[in-house]
Nanobody, 120 residues
Framework: VQLQASGGGLVQTGDSLRLSCAAS????????LAWFRQAPGKEREFVAA???????YYADSVKGRFTISRENAVNTMYLQMNSLKPEDTALYYC???????????????WGQGTQVTVSS
């Protein structure tokens, strides 16, 4: 499975962005999906995940501001990010796995990352 993340950019505090992750598979609905992020000098951290039935999970730091969703008909996952803060600045990665959904970076497939920069 190949994953292609897009939608990052440079925004100001309080702005919104929507990230997309397109997958190259005809069995997209069979995958659990997630977003992780990594800031310079920091470890990769969990942001949000969505399972096969649409159940969602969020890091406490983004709960109430970010929304993860999936559109199986077009093999795409989204991350709607509202009320962005400078601490949200990072390279955002999408990930997928057929057998697990977790907050740990143990997913089998990863996209290349899209940069989100939030200025104060």
């Amino acid at each position: 499975v190949q994953l292609q993340a897009s939608g990052g950019g440079l925004v100001q505090t309080g702005d919104s962005l929507r990230l997309s992750c397109a997958a190259s598979t005809s069995t997209f609905s069979n995958y659990a999906l997630a977003w992780f992020r990594q800031a310079p000098g920091k470890e990769r951290e969990f942001v949000a995940a969505i399972n096969w039935t649409g159940g969602t999970y969020y890091a406490d730091s983004v709960k109430g501001r970010f929304t993860i969703s999936r559109e199986n008909a077009v093999n795409t996952m989204y991350l709607q990010m509202n009320s962005l803060k400078p601490e949200d600045t990072a390279l955002y990665y999408c990930a997928a796995d057929r057998v697990l959904v977790t907050t740990n970076p143990q997913y089998a497939y990863w996209g290349q990352g899209t940069q989100v920069t939030v200025s104060s």
